[in-house]
């Protein structure tokens, strides 16, 4: 069964570092998003992308995170520079295409550290 | 706005008996309830969903729209039932708006 793919698993860094997070949807979706779960919360959606484009990012820290779909296929999630705040679970998560019906494939995650 | 209220941060039954995780929303439309679970070192992944009035894994979730409430329930709990579960809204824009989630342990 095909499944998201997140790399890496696990990433600790120091603050003011970059870090970068991709994520492998399932072949075929064009609907991708990138979640952060801060430990004791559900997951936040950070942007949402519709093939290559951004449908949502309202709630992405502009200043220090970007995100990038350029072939409409697997994507990265960036921060610079990290901060102590950004430790949490980043999730990806996919979906066939737009529409209240199709159900959010979601990957195990990374997991970022930020000292 | 979107919010979804998970009161319990922690339930604990026994095997056996009935559970009910609760779940209250705020939503001015009319939205789409999800559950979630999440076992162990496991991916977040799909229990049920309100529009679909299915039974997975002998877990069932009634929208009351009068209550603004979704609450999961399941007469007879099983040890593999322990994990976090987490109440989702999907409001017009489609976007996914999660509570905080109820872990729960099921004692044998």
């Known amino acids: 069964e095909a499944e998201v793919a997140q790399s890496p698993r696990y990433k600790i860094t120091e603050k003011s570092q970059a870090v970068a997070f991709w994520c492998d949807p399932i072949?075929?979706?064009?609907?991708l998003y990138w979640y952060r779960q801060i430990l004791g919360q559900g997951p936040e959606l950070l942007v949402q992308?519709?093939?290559?484009?951004?449908?949502?990012d309202s709630q992405l820290p502009k200043d220090r995170f970007s995100a990038e779909r350029l072939k409409g296929v697997d994507s990265t999630l960036k921060i610079q520079p990290a901060e102590l705040g950004d430790s949490a679970m980043y999730l990806c998560?996919?979906?066939?295409?737009?529409?209240?019906?199709?159900?959010?494939?979601f990957g195990p995650g990374t997991r970022l550290l930020v000292l | 706005a979107q919010r979804v209220t998970q009161p319990e941060k922690l339930l604990s039954v026994f095997k056996g008996a009935p559970v009910e995780l609760k779940c209250n929303y705020s939503?001015?439309?009319?939205?789409?309830l999800f559950w979630y679970v999440q076992y162990s070192r496991q991916r977040l992944q799909l229990l049920l969903r309100?529009?679909s009035r299915e039974s997975i894994k002998g877990f069932t979730a009634d929208l009351n729209k009068g209550e603004t409430s979704f609450h999961l329930k399941k007469p007879f709990a099983q040890e593999e039932d322990s994990a976090m579960y987490y109440c989702?809204?999907?409001?017009?824009?489609?976007?996914?708006?999660f509570g905080k989630g109820t872990k729960l342990t099921v004692n044998p």
């Open positions: 992308f519709q093939d290559e484009s951004v449908v949502d």
């Open positions: 309100h529009i």
């Open positions: 989702a809204l999907q409001g017009g824009s489609e976007k996914l708006v």
């Open positions: 998560a996919s979906r066939q295409r737009q529409g209240r019906r199709e159900t959010q494939y």
């Open positions: 072949s075929g979706h064009a609907t």
């Open positions: 939503y001015s439309g009319s939205p789409e």
